[in-house]
Structures are given as structure tokens and as C-alpha cells.
């Protein structure tokens, strides 16, 4: 009588083996069990694209509100006739050997502890951007991803996305000749950020998760519901929102795929009077041997850059090319155009990359693996943190520090008590 054979989860679940997840894949005729964290707006649309692939189900939801589990719940069974397990606290998820994978979309504050966490744990991730709330969160998210052997994919998703490709091969083909320098940018008019006063959490949320490994603080309806994103403790301001996107794909096409060597900044609040604590004009300058790469943040201005709200352009001796979100266009040196292309942003085929790689155990097939995705993130923290000091700095790969003791201050942060960074 043949043996039938033994499930990766049966495995799991009969020896507790967590640590072995690193030597096993997924089945081929398994589908990939996918935990939700942060179900609200990006992660709502994430979440479903994930469950737009066939190989794979959303089984888990974890949100600390609860309205929010309960509403999304009840989508996702509609949607696919299986209710998914509804949890609070994602510690629940990290002892259960079901969940292969985590897809992360919470606040900033949250996104390099929750990737560390689950690939201690033995869980894939795919975190969206930024990779981490700072330097050193970030540093130790890749070296957890390295020990556990786990696929972890950064939410930039153009980085799957058709035309992003066929831009950066038309460059490499020298067709532009020697690349020098690259500029990015975002225009756009934001809302002024008024923080309403503080009050006691209101029920329906787990507030002291929601903080995690964030400094105590009274808890602010504003702050909360969104205008995280432009406070210190929890955001990394727009450079890490929407720069993120667009310092990345500047400089992946233009073939810089290493830290830069000197980081420089300025700007401010100059046009808000409000309290938000990130600038709303924003200059940053990176230094790479042999290029430059700039980015321009202007957060009041409705005039576009070269009729693109957000967008880069890269410069070559012979040539010059534009990229958007979703297209790119070449020119020679004369103004005649070259060639272009465009396709759509790239968000279903970088989750189908990710599920992919989960597959497959080969973490460099990942369009935006874990190291390249800090590379971006660390150069968002590096502008920002050039802005505070005021310097000009230079930055070192291996260790990855300043020449700056005032800088070194801001690569990392202490966590609260219950949400330590972990030790890998």
C-alpha cells in the first residue's frame, strides 16, 4: 500500500517545525495561503488582487479596527464564498502554520516590524512601500529575510509593470549614450493638515496596537484616520509616499542599482501653516560616481513638469527620456522622438511575481526584492534626514551610516516597550 504524501502544512502542523518552512515550498497543487494586515484603502486593493489570483486564497484578515474586519470579511466572502479568519492582533498569525504568506499594508510606522516578524517566523511578505519607517528597521528587515530564506517584495509596483521594462532596456542599449543624471518629481496641490484634540481612543479600536513600536501618545482622531503619514513618529513624509515610486524607477532605468555616495537636501514648510510636520517643498540631490539623480517635491503647485503631476526624465549625451507611471518616451538630441511605449502600472503582475517567488524558493526573480526596495527607502530616509541637519552627507554602503553623528541620531529609533526591534 503506497504512503500517500505529506503536505507542506500537514508538516508543519504535526511538527511545529516552524524554522523548516526555509527548505520547503508550496505545492504545486496548493493554493498559497495569504494573511491580510491593514485592510483599509491601499490594503483593501491590494488584498484583492491577491485574491484575482487563482493559485492563491486570502485566508486570514488582521485589522485593529474592528468594523473594518467585519466589513472587509464579508467582501471577501462574496467575493470568493469562503469566510476568512478575522484577527486583531497579528501575533496570532505568527504561531499558525497555515498562513504561508504576509501581505502588509498598514501605516509606515508598522512595515518593517510586521516583515522581520514574519519572516522569523517563516512567512513571505510582500510589504508595501516604504520598506520601513527608517534606516535601521529597514536594515534588519533585509537581514531577516536573508537568515529565514523568505521571498519579501516591496509594494512599488511599477517595478512589474510592462513599459518600466522595456525603458530601461532601450537605455541600456545605449541608445541614449552615456547616461549622466536623472530628476524625479511630484507637483500636486495637498490639504493643509489640522490636528483635531486629543481624546480617548473610541471603542472599535485596538489603539495601543495600532501605535506599536511608536513613542506613547494620546491618542488624536486626525492623526489616525490618515494625517499619520505627515507626522515624524509614524510617516516618512511624501519623499517616502509617493518619492519612493519615482526616485526608484528613476534610478533603476537609469541602471544605479547601489546606494548613492552623498545625500544633500532643502526645503521646508513654505506654504502651509498648518501641522504637519514633514516640508511641503522639498530638494534633494544624490550623489552616485558619475551621476545625479534629483528630486523635486512641491506639494502647493498646480503647474505639472513636462505636463506629468509625477514623473522623472534621465538624460543622456545623445538623448533624453521621459517616464510616467505608465508609459515612457525617448527623444534624440535633436527633439525627433525615438520610441515610447506604455502599459498599465503594473499592480496584478508584481502580486503575481511575488506568488511566483513563493513558489519557486528564488528570491532574485522578485522585481523588487526586499534589498533593491531598501536601497529606494533608505534613500527617501536619507533625503529627509539630510533636510533635519541640514548637511550635505556622505553615506556608507556597508555599514550604512553618515559621516555625521546628528545624522547617525535619526537612522534609528527606540520602540516601545512590548514592540522591540528584534535581533537577527
Not at 11 to 27: E, H, I, R, W
Not at 52 to 65: G, I, K, N, Q, Y
Not at 255 to 266: H, K, N
Request: aromatic share 8%.
Amino acid at each position: 500500500m503506497n504512503t500517500p504524501p505529506v503536505s507542506r502544512r500537514h508538516f508543519l502542523k504535526t511538527t511545529g517545525a516552524l524554522a523548516a518552512t526555509s527548505a520547503l515550498a508550496v505545492s504545486p497543487n496548493e493554493k498559497i495561503s495569504v494573511a491580510c494586515i491593514g485592510i483599509r484603502g491601499r490594503g483593501n486593493s491590494v488584498m484583492h488582487s491577491f485574491i484575482a489570483e487563482p493559485d492563491c486564497e486570502v485566508t486570514h484578515l488582521c485589522d485593529v479596527r474592528q468594523a473594518v474586519l467585519e466589513q472587509r470579511g464579508a467582501e471577501v466572502k462574496a467575493k470568493t464564498g469562503k469566510m476568512p479568519k478575522l484577527v486583531k492582533d497579528y501575533r496570532d498569525l505568527l504561531t499558525d502554520p497555515s498562513i504561508d504568506a504576509f501581505m502588509v499594508a498598514t501605516p509606515d510606522h508598522w512595515h518593517a516590524l510586521l516583515t522581520i516578524e514574519g519572516c522569523l517566523a517563516g512567512k513571505d511578505v510582500y510589504v508595501e512601500k516604504p520598506a520601513s519607517h527608517n534606516i535601521a528597521e529597514g536594515k534588519v528587515a533585509v537581514a531577516a529575510a536573508r537568515k529565514k530564506e523568505r521571498m519579501v517584495q516591496m509594494g512599488t509596483q511599477i517595478r512589474s509593470a510592462k513599459f518600466l521594462h522595456e525603458a530601461r532596456e532601450f537605455v541600456k542599449s545605449g541608445a541614449l549614450g552615456k547616461i549622466i543624471t536623472g530628476r524625479a518629481w511630484e507637483t500636486g496641490r495637498s490639504s493643509a493638515v489640522k490636528l483635531a484634540a486629543d481624546s480617548a481612543p473610541p471603542d472599535g479600536i485596538d489603539y495601543h496596537l495600532w501605535q506599536g513600536p511608536s513613542p506613547e501618545r494620546a491618542y488624536n482622531k486626525t492623526i489616525v484616520e490618515g494625517a499619520w503619514r505627515w507626522m515624524f513618529d509614524y510617516g516618512t513624509g511624501d519623499l517616502g509616499n509617493d518619492g519612493v515610486h519615482r526616485i526608484d524607477y528613476c534610478r533603476y532605468v537609469m541602471g544605479l542599482d547601489g546606494f548613492p555616495e552623498a545625500i544633500s537636501a532643502s526645503g521646508g514648510k513654505f506654504f502651509f501653516d498648518d501641522d504637519q510636520q514633514w516640508p511641503d517643498t522639498q530638494m534633494v540631490t544624490y550623489d552616485y560616481p558619475g551621476h545625479i539623480i534629483q528630486y523635486e517635491m512641491r506639494l502647493w503647485s498646480q503647474p505639472k513638469l513636462f505636463g506629468a503631476g509625477e514623473g522623472a526624465v534621465i538624460y543622456g549625451e545623445n538623448g533624453w527620456m521621459q517616464l510616467t507611471n505608465t508609459s515612457w518616451k525617448a527623444w534624440d538630441a535633436d527633439g525627433k522622438l525615438m520610441k515610447e511605449g506604455s502599459s498599465d502600472v503594473g499592480q496584478q503582475a508584481h502580486v503575481r511575481n511575488f506568488l511566483d517567488a513563493v513558489r519557486s524558493r528564488k528570491h532574485e526573480t522578485l522585481n523588487q526584492e526586499i534589498y533593491s526596495g531598501h536601497i529606494s527607502t533608505v534613500m527617501c530616509h536619507a533625503g529627509n534626514i539630510a533636510w533635519r541637519t541640514g548637511k550635505k552627507l556622505r553615506f556608507d554602503a556597508k555599514t550604512e551610516t553618515f559621516d555625521d553623528a546628528a545624522a547617525n541620531a535619526l537612522i534609528g529609533r527606540e520602540h516601545r516597550k512590548g514592540f522591540e526591534l528584534p535581533k537577527v
